[in-house]
């Protein structure tokens, strides 16, 4: 009988200590669904802070003056850059329903049979059309580059000078002048003499 005993005393004890099934292990679903290369880096988080609309006013002037713009009646390429080496540029967003923009643009030619500079009128109308710009420009009478802004240079235009920039009607004057700078004229301000206009070109 004691060694019955025995036996089963030590049949306890191997029970007591063969181990239970874990649970099997888990790790968190986010850690190994994003490869290492996805992760942020001290670089990349510098180079969206260089992308962000808080960059330098240089930085963002550079990035105007480089744009490849289309004139719409004779499909010359040009940029800001290159016009502005031959004398201060004027710039005008605008579009060919705003009345305001009309009547100023008329004062940029009287201002043209004056003094030489160069302008350029970019339609940031986004519903229009090339066509519909080069006739408006044709039975106007104008002489100097017309050109189509795309969604990218629209909000370029917002980030760099303000909502003001891209509403016609506020008549919005952009100069860029020989030595690259970019500098707006004060928005909303109404038509603008040719005579005012040569005054703020430097030509007066």
Do not use: K
């Not at 005393?9 to 007591?16: E, K, R």
């Not at 490849?68 to 390429?77: I, K, L, P, S, Y």
């Amino acid at each position: 009988m004691a060694s019955v005993a025995a036996v089963g005393v030590l049949l306890a004890a191997c029970a007591s200590t063969t181990p239970s099934p874990r649970a099997p292990e888990t790790s968190a679903p986010s850690a190994r669904a994003t490869p290492p290369s996805a992760r942020a880096t001290p670089s990349a988080a510098a180079s969206q802070v260089a992308a962000s609309p808080s960059a330098t006013a240089e930085a963002a002037a550079d990035e105007l003056l480089a744009i490849a713009f289309t004139d719409v009646r004779t499909g010359e390429t040009f940029t800001l850059g290159e016009l502005a080496a031959g004398g201060p540029v004027l710039v005008e967003p605008m579009a060919v329903w705003c009345s305001n923009c009309r009547a100023q643009q008329h004062e940029v030619l009287r201002a043209h049979e004056a003094a030489d500079f160069r302008s350029v009128s970019l339609d940031v109308d986004l519903s229009e059309s090339p066509g519909e710009l080069a006739a408006y420009a044709d039975r106007e009478g104008f002489t100097w580059h017309f050109a189509m802004a795309d969604a990218a240079l629209y909000r370029l235009l917002q980030d760099r000078f303000g909502v003001a920039a891209t509403n016609p009607p506020s008549t919005p004057l952009i100069v860029v002048e020989p030595d690259g700078t970019v500098r707006p004229l004060e928005f909303g301000r109404g038509t603008r003499s040719a005579e005012q206009l040569l005054d703020e070109l430097g030509l007066g």
